[in-house]
């Protein structure tokens, strides 16, 4: 298991930086006034982030998730509460979306020919109306 996810390299969509040099995505975290680093599970699903000692993110709460080398937005066009990174499995590149509200667990892996699988309790809010919109015709 640890090594495919090894194998699994997200970078940003925009300038292309590598985003899990180790063993976490890394990424800028802003809501108001608070602006951190967070490090996110690899693994599609595991919703387990590291924050910085005396940090959190209250469930409920809407990020702002940016890359932490261009410092570009992640927010998707599929949705303003879906962020998106690119991910390279073996094989073609993919995009992941995820939800950038605390505490909701929707995951969405997605091929250029459509949704390869989506992760997560929350995803229904989301599958309906936008993944099928783009990716089901």
């Known amino acids: 298991q640890q090594g495919v996810l090894m194998s699994w390299k ?3 969509p925009h300038c292309e930086a ?6 976490r995505v890394v990424l800028q975290a802003e809501c108001g006034d608070r602006q951190f680093s967070v490090g996110l599970h690899p ?3 595991n919703y387990e982030v590291d924050l910085p000692p005396g940090e959190e993110m209250p469930p409920g ?11 570009k937005s992640l927010v998707s066009e599929l949705s303003e509460d879906l962020c998106a ?3 390279t499995a073996p094989g073609e590149p993919h995009r992941v979306y995820f939800s950038r509200i605390a505490g909701e667990e929707a ?3 997605v091929s250029a020919e459509g949704l ?6 929350h995803t229904d809010r989301y599958l309906e109306h936008l993944v099928h919109e783009k990716y089901m015709r």
């Open 107 to 109: 995951t969405f892996v």
């Open 43 to 45: 693994q599609p699903g």
């Open 116 to 121: 390869l699988k989506d992760y997560g309790i």
């Open 61 to 71: 709460t809407r990020w702002e998730l940016f890359c932490p080398v261009c410092e």
């Open 10 to 12: 997200y970078s940003c």
């Open 85 to 87: 990174l690119v991910v």
């Open 18 to 23: 590598p985003l899990n040099p180790d063993d």
